[in-house]
């Protein structure tokens, strides 16, 4: 099968088709999204064991089934929620969200491929009537979903901070859940003093974090929405004198997304058009310089 490898940089390579072990299913991939992540991972930002075949959102069918796996039935249309927990964890012996997941692309082969087996509990079945153009952005909207497990009060004033697909998508999200008086922010610099009763980052780095910071009401709430990756430098005393809450967020459900992408939330105007897995090096060229619509693969 082809797959896109990180190899000492970004190689399209053939690798063996993978069977899936007991308790896995291979699909067969429709549609898959390029992430902040995979550039990171391309980049060297985020290191991985080489070759690591890249990508974690998209969508596809049930191809092939392992040993002792019920509830799914080849031919069938998924989505993947691309994050497997360590099952060994506080929070997984818990049932809290897991401390140390495993992200596809990154700690074990992703979904710029034509194929990939995958636990079958992370696979879930769509409807016939979600495209699967649209299926492959559920991972997105999942995590922009997130937002909505932060303790925000609908009738406050908001701001989502941050350009692009992700901002745009985290202040529709917050629109369709009745947060009516939330607007964007592209610009850090605008945000004013005191402005809002919570600001959503979808964009950090150290210039923006005291501009966060001061735009924040005293007892407000600064919602960590982006996965910066990296250290940055703070200082946590203007955050300490406002009494500011600063609540970090990762995911909202998974089935949500799905429900939401099936009807209710508007979404296709911030996915591009589909590129062959061949045009790679332009695709996450054109990535790395603007965030306007997701990047799709068509497999
Ligand atoms: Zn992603
Ligand atoms: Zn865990």
């Known amino acids: 099968m082809r797959a896109l490898i990180r190899s000492q940089g970004v190689r399209l390579a053939a690798r063996p088709t993978p069977q899936p072990a007991p308790g896995e299913a291979r699909i067969k ?15 060297g930002l985020i290191p991985v064991a080489e070759p690591r075949v890249l990508g974690h959102e998209f969508s596809g069918w049930i191809d092939a089934l392992g040993a002792g796996v019920e509830g799914l039935r080849v031919g069938q249309p998924v989505a ?15 049932a809290r969200p897991c401390a140390a997941p495993r992200l596809l692309g990154v700690d074990r082969d992703g979904a710029f491929a034509d194929h990939i087996t995958l636990p079958a509990a992370a696979i879930y079945p769509i409807p016939e009537d979600l495209p699967l153009r649209r299926a492959a952005f559920a991972e997105p909207l999942a995590a922009a979903l997130a ?11 908001g701001a989502v901070y941050g350009q692009g697909r992700i901002a745009a998508l985290t202040l529709r999200v917050l629109r369709h859940a009745g947060f009516e008086r939330v607007e964007p922010v592209e610009d850090a610099a605008s945000l004013g003093l005191d402005a809002y009763d919570f ?3 979808t964009r950090l780095d150290a210039a923006a974090w005291p501009l966060l910071i001061a735009a924040t009401r005293p007892q407000g ?6 996965r ?4 940055i430098q703070i200082d946590p005393l203007a955050a300490i004198q406002k009494h500011l809450t600063l609540k970090a ?3 909202g459900a998974f089935p949500e997304a799905l429900r939401l992408l099936r009807g209710g939330l508007e979404v296709d105007d ?30």
């Not at 937002?147 to 004033?157: D, S, T």
């Not at 709430?221 to 982006?226: A, E, I, P």
């Open 29 to 43: 991939v429709a549609f898959a999204g390029l992430c902040r992540t995979d550039l990171q991972v391309a980049d």
């Open 80 to 94: 993947v929620m691309p994050l497997l927990p360590c099952g060994a964890c506080f929070g997984c012996r818990h």
């Open 147 to 157: 937002v909505l497990e932060a303790g925000l009060e609908r009738g406050e004033r």
């Open 199 to 201: 600001i959503v980052e």
């Open 221 to 226: 709430r600064l919602v960590l929405k982006s």
């Open 228 to 231: 910066a990756t990296g250290a």
């Open 249 to 251: 967020v990762y995911y």
């Open 270 to 299: 911030l996915l591009a058009t589909p590129r062959p897995l061949e045009e790679h090096a332009a695709v996450f060229e054109a990535a790395r310089l603007g965030e306007t619509t997701k990047p799709l693969f068509a497999l």
